[in-house]
């Protein structure tokens, strides 16, 4: 019998709210403002258990927003001093005047923006595809970029995030996805607990300014090694510079291994019930543990915790426009962009 289910809302602020609920019960919604996942919901032991971290209005994302959830481009993570080159031609974006970068795009990138939006429905999958087309300059970057991302909904529990570009000038393009997870479903608890399995040998080393310094580190006998799983106190509770310069993880890890035939990064609640697998294409992921402290927003009613999140953010490790060995993000014409990441929830008890 098919139960997959699609409806839309009004979100406030003339954003709309999607709801896709698949045959195992397991609702996402997604809103058109800054192409975002809302809720990822899931029945645990016959409970509703919200796995992501979200706002309850439009308005609240518009007040608050810390890119929960959002498309982030048209670059994500920091680019130092705004600055960069595209063969010979030299380009400066406007950069941010507490810190002199240009972080997750600029002001009001993708994450503010109203996307536009349409379904699709098939007999395993309900989808949602936003587009947006960022105008040639928009926040210092060259080029118009048609952009799409897709956001799936299947009845194996993934959640499927396919990305296509097409840009008429060369220019830069690496998006991601800023969802916070935290399996628990309560944002006044600390990730502390979760299990994090993640394969990758390599970090890239940050500054205190959290850009990255262009050097790629062993993560062999330090904190920051995942490989055969840990929790994320582990980080947390070190003496480790890499740890106390930025307060917890905000670090690219450079993945060992891309595609779908096995999970490059797996993060497990406390109780061990519930557990989401990531895959992807791209070669790093950039973890971030929302170290916000006295900063947190309230979320749903409750205010958040430090550390109460973990992001997986998918793309080309920050430092690309910099140095040899983070990989390539310039976009030229005809050469369209493309690339998929997969979370999938696991019932793991
Ligand atoms: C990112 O790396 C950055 C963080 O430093 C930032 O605070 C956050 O987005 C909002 O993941």
Request: aromatic share 10%; glycine share 8%; net charge negative.
């Amino acid at each position: 019998m098919k139960r997959l289910k699609l409806s839309k809302k009004n979100f406030g602020e003339t954003a709309v709210l999607y709801s896709l609920t698949n045959d195992a019960d397991v609702t996402m919604t997604v809103t058109d403002l800054g192409a975002r996942i809302v809720d990822l919901i899931v029945p645990v032991d016959g409970k509703s258990r919200n796995i992501v971290l979200g706002f309850d209005s439009a308005k609240e994302y518009l007040d608050k927003d810390m890119y929960f959830g959002a498309t982030i481009g048209r670059v994500a993570g920091r680019i130092k001093n705004g600055s960069f080159a595209i063969d010979t031609q030299n380009y400066q974006l406007p950069v941010d005047p507490k810190n002199g970068h240009t972080l997750h795009g600029g002001l009001d990138s993708f994450e503010a923006k109203m996307w536009a939006s349409e379904t699709k429905e098939t007999d395993n999958s309900l989808s949602v595809i936003f587009t947006y087309t960022s105008p040639d300059g928009e926040n210092g970057f060259p080029g118009e970029v048609k952009a799409t991302v897709t956001y799936t909904l299947t009845n194996d529990n993934e959640w499927i995030i396919d990305y296509y570009a097409d840009t008429d000038k060369p220019t830069l393009y690496n998006p991601t996805n800023h969802v916070y997870f935290n399996l628990s479903g309560d944002v006044t608890q600390s990730v502390d607990q979760h299990e994090l399995f993640v394969d990758a040998d390599r970090i890239a080393v940050v500054d205190s300014d959290t850009t990255v310094t262009g050097e790629l580190r062993s993560v062999i006998d330090t904190p920051f090694d995942f490989r055969n799983s840990g929790k994320m106190n582990q980080v947390f509770q070190t003496t480790y510079e890499q740890n106390q310069l930025v307060n917890g993880l905000d670090h690219p890890f450079m993945l060992n291994h891309v595609g779908f035939e096995k999970p490059q990064a797996i993060i497990t609640a406390p109780e061990k019930d519930l557990s989401v697998e990531m895959y992807t294409d791209r070669p790093a992921v950039v973890i971030f543990t929302a170290q916000f402290g006295e900063e947190g927003p309230e979320l749903r009613g409750n205010k958040l915790v430090n550390h109460g999140g973990i992001t997986l953010e998918t793309q080309v490790s920050p430092g690309a426009v910099e140095f040899e060995g983070f990989g390539d993000i310039v976009l030229y014409p005809k050469t369209p962009y493309q690339s998929r990441t997969i979370y999938k929830i696991k019932e793991v008890q």
